[in-house]
T-cell receptor, first 113, second 111 residues
Framework: GAGVSQSPSNKVTEKGKDVELRCDPISGHTALYWYRQRLGQGLEFLIYFQGNSAPDKSGLPSDRFSAERTGESVSTLTIQRTQQEDSAVYLC???????????FGPGTRLTVL | QKEVEQDPGPLSVPEGAIVSLNCTYSNSAFQYFMWYRQYSRKGPELLMYTYSSGNKEDGRFTAQVDKSSKYISLFIRDSQPSDSATYLCAMSANTGNQFYFGTGTSLTVIP
């Protein structure tokens, strides 16, 4: 079956603009995670969705960041008023909680000019 | 103190060498442990997944977990140039909880 997909693969935007990143998890995976990976750095947890439970937003760096997920399907990560320090690869992962392994998408490379 | 510590390297070895990659952690509640491989400009790919302590072997890869020492390892035997990548460890207390990642170790296998 298909893996986790993300779109767009690359996004270049101007400082101050809003961007929306999309993640399609693996079918049947109830858990969905967003991470940020700056150049040469590890993964920085942003937000976690599990089914219909309230999301764990503890990793969101500021109120400019938000994410939504409809049921157990697509998720969108929105960054408002982008700043240059938002430039990074944004990775999405999904998993079945009973197994725990996370499967990652290819990421969206965001560049804020 | 970070939840997970991982030496970033870089690590450079000749082809055929045995590679040892390690992570330490501070949270004794962690019981799910994973190793990911990440090629440049790609998403992380799950390599090994273990629960609690012990060893797990898959081909040239062996994962070890020592919960008493809060220490996990990934061994790569007969390393190949195609193993050149960044290796990330990850762990969690429960499958439905947040996962904590190491910063990754960059590995280069020289032909």
């Amino acid at each position: 079956g298909a893996g986790v997909s993300q779109s767009p693969s690359n996004k270049v935007t101007e400082k101050g603009k809003d961007v929306e990143l999309r993640c399609d998890p693996i079918s049947g995976h109830t858990a969905l995670y967003w991470y940020r990976q700056r150049l040469g750095q590890g993964l920085e947890f942003l937000i976690y969705f599990q089914g219909n439970s309230a999301p764990d937003k503890s990793g969101l760096p500021s109120d400019r960041f938000s994410a939504e997920r409809t049921g157990e399907s697509v998720s969108t990560l929105t960054i408002q008023r982008t700043q240059q320090e938002d430039s990074a690869v944004y990775l999405c992962a999904s998993s079945r909680p009973s197994l725990g392994e996370q499967f990652f998408g290819p990421g969206t490379r965001l560049t804020v000019l | 103190q970070k939840e997970v510590e991982q030496d970033p390297g870089p690590l450079s070895v000749p082809e055929g060498a045995i590679v040892s990659l390690n992570c330490t952690y501070s949270n004794s509640a962690f019981q799910y442990f994973m190793w990911y491989r990440q090629y440049s400009r790609k998403g992380p790919e799950l390599l090994m997944y273990t629960y609690s302590s012990g060893n797990k072997e898959d081909g040239r890869f062996t994962a070890q977990v020592d919960k008493s020492s809060k220490y996990i390892s990934l061994f790569i035997r007969d390393s190949q140039p195609s193993d050149s990548a960044t290796y990330l460890c990850a762990m969690s207390a429960n499958t439905g909880n947040q996962f904590y990642f190491g910063t990754g170790t960059s590995l280069t296998v020289i032909p």
